[in-house]
């Protein structure tokens, strides 16, 4: 435990309970080859796991995505796939997504996305400041 606070402390965050939750919404549509690599990613982030959910947004795939998709989550508590039954592009699948979150602040990553370790440290570290609203990683 002191390991992750001193981690912590580096980011300017001065205790654990203060961390807010993250809500991850990935719209995903035939990404099968990828989305293995995005979740590996988001599972290995250096951030409390019970407070990071896995919102996967599946918008009519056609090849593997969906079976992928459901056999990670089974494997992770923090993972859960819904469908959005009409497909009407990368805007809809993340409203529709929204549905589900529960997190204080919503994160949102393509399935080609490889975050680095720290993303979510880094990010909720802006938003310690209450005039933050939203924040962008760079591409």
Do not use: W
Request: aromatic share 6%; net charge neutral; hydrophobic share 40%.
């Amino acid at each position: 435990m002191r390991k992750n606070k001193v981690k912590l402390q580096a980011h300017g965050i001065a205790e654990e309970k203060f961390l807010p939750s993250f809500s991850i919404v990935v719209p995903v549509k035939n990404e099968g080859n990828m989305i293995g690599r995005l979740i590996n990613a988001l599972s290995n982030l250096n951030y409390p796991k019970d407070k990071v959910e896995i919102i996967i947004v599946e918008s009519g795939s056609n090849d593997n995505t969906l079976e992928l998709c459901e056999e990670q989550a089974k494997n992770r508590g923090n993972i859960r796939v819904v469908q959005q039954s009409n497909s009407s592009g990368k805007p809809s699948a993340l409203n529709f997504g929204l549905n589900f979150c529960k997190g204080d602040i919503v994160a949102v990553f393509d399935a080609d996305s490889v975050p680095v370790g720290d993303a979510l440290l880094n990010a909720a570290h802006y938003f310690n400041d209450s005039t933050v609203a939203a924040v962008q990683g760079r591409t």
